[in-house]
């Protein structure tokens, strides 16, 4: 069972690993669909735990961002932290419903965006001492 401190400690390399295979996994989808696609002459069938990953990634971000935000002394980089989520959930649920035709980069922008928030927390925004947090939000 992971402990609370150590959760906390660790959100934000969570939050940048999870949002870096999250846009690994964006880049790469393409190129197994046309790899599906030349091998087999009838649609692209999407397997269900290849879909299922999108969801994983959401959930996983959600608890970093939240750890993260919890432990940031910056509430800017806080805001900026939640943006990026908020416009990552956002693009991945379209993508999945398919409600607006948007440009691949929708979704690659905020998962960079989070791989640097959550790399510029980790270095600059750390809180020293339990009171420092507390006060900042």
């Known amino acids: 069972m992971i402990t609370k401190?150590?959760?906390?400690?660790?959100?934000?390399?969570?939050?940048?690993?999870?949002?870096?295979?999250?846009?690994?996994?964006?880049?790469?989808?393409?190129?197994?669909?046309?790899?599906?696609?030349?091998?087999?002459?009838?649609?692209?069938?999407?397997?269900?735990?290849?879909s299922a990953i999108d969801v994983l990634f959401i959930i996983i971000s959600f608890f970093a961002v939240y750890w993260s935000a919890k432990n940031s002394s910056k509430p800017l980089v806080v805001r900026a932290l939640w943006i990026s989520w908020v416009l990552?959930?956002?693009?991945?649920?379209?993508?999945?419903?398919?409600?607006?035709?948007?440009p691949e980069i929708s979704i690659y922008i905020p998962a960079i965006a989070l791989i640097i928030l959550h790399l510029y927390n980790k270095k600059y925004c750390q809180c020293k001492d339990e009171n420092c947090c507390a006060s900042t939000s």
């Open 5 to 50: 401190s150590l959760k906390e400690k660790n959100s934000d390399f969570i939050g940048a690993l999870s949002s870096g295979v999250c846009l690994i996994h964006c880049i790469v989808t393409p190129f197994i669909f046309l790899a599906q696609t030349s091998a087999a002459t009838h649609g692209t069938n999407v397997p269900i735990w290849w």
């Open 88 to 102: 990552l959930c956002a693009g991945i649920l379209n993508e999945k419903f398919e409600i607006l035709h948007l």
